[in-house]
């Protein structure tokens, strides 16, 4: 149900959503969260999501939160309400951090279209620390096979057998993105190839002369597909 309403409140945004709730299972089983202390729900009287947040803390110093209303709740004072909880469960979680001395950095992912809970963050000190673009393309009729470059072999990822050379792969690509700190394989390893919409026909791996270079990684939803990495090492 909470999935359900996530997909709603995105498909309202952006005309169009995928399945948000396999990407939610993925965060509840992330390392460190707790859903006990960790997650707010919102319910009508008769039992519908109006509303759900969540705060992760993935590493002592570094904290994501996202908070959701539906649709038909919004403008009544749901988001304030959320935001208040993450707030203090962010405050509480700082004043621990920065007890033993380190500062800690909140972040959150912001709709470009949602201009209201921009403000809301920007109320509460949040301010524009990066811009994720998400773009899409309808294909009338399955894409010409591609020619890689000279001395490029291009190849399916065998899942089972290449996972950890996917995880270095990814850890080297990308050591220059923004705010990349590195995960550790097993929280890696459940959000990409152990995750359910994980696509083996969508991924691949790049070799020149025999040694991986590149890799890419797809999912599958029931309507559409997604990149979901894509690096190339120096």
């Given amino acids: ?9 995105m498909a309202a945004l952006w005309g169009a959503a995928d399945d948000e709730a396999a990407d939610l ?7 460190n969260f707790d859903p006990a202390t960790a997650t707010w729900l919102l319910e009508t009287e008769h039992g519908a999501v109006a ?8 590493t002592p110093a570094a904290v994501f939160t996202a908070l959701h209303v ?4 919004r403008d009544r ?5 959320l935001m208040a909880c993450l707030n ?3 405050r509480q979680t700082q004043a621990q951090t920065q007890a033993a001395g380190a500062p800690v950095v909140a972040s959150y992912w912001c709709p470009g279209s949602d201009q209201s809970l921009r403000h809301l963050l920007e109320a509460y000190g949040y301010r524009p620390a990066r811009r994720f673009d998400k773009m899409t393309v309808t294909l009338q009729a399955p894409p010409a096979p591609p020619e890689p470059p000279h001395g490029i072999q291009i190849r399916p990822l065998l899942p ?9 792969l990814w850890n080297e690509s990308f050591a220059d993105h923004w705010n990349h700190t590195g995960t550790p394989y097993e929280e890696w390893h459940a959000n990409t190839i152990g995750a359910a919409a994980f696509e083996p026909r969508a991924s691949f791996l790049a070799l020149a002369e025999g040694r991986p270079v590149a890799l890419a990684l797809g999912r599958l939803y029931p309507d ?11």
Wanted: charged letters at 30%; a positive charge; proline letters at 4%.
């Fill in 70 to 73: 539906a649709p038909a709740w």
């Fill in 77 to 81: 004072g749901l988001d304030a309400y």
């Fill in 51 to 58: 509303g759900y947040a969540h705060a992760w803390a993935r």
């Fill in 1 to 9: 149900a909470i999935g359900a309403m996530i997909t709603d409140r």
């Fill in 224 to 234: 559409s597909g997604w990149i979901e990495k894509l690096g190339v090492i120096r």
């Fill in 160 to 168: 089972g057998v290449e996972d950890r050379i996917a995880y270095d």
């Fill in 25 to 31: 299972a993925e965060w509840w089983r992330r390392p």
């Fill in 88 to 90: 203090r469960w962010r």
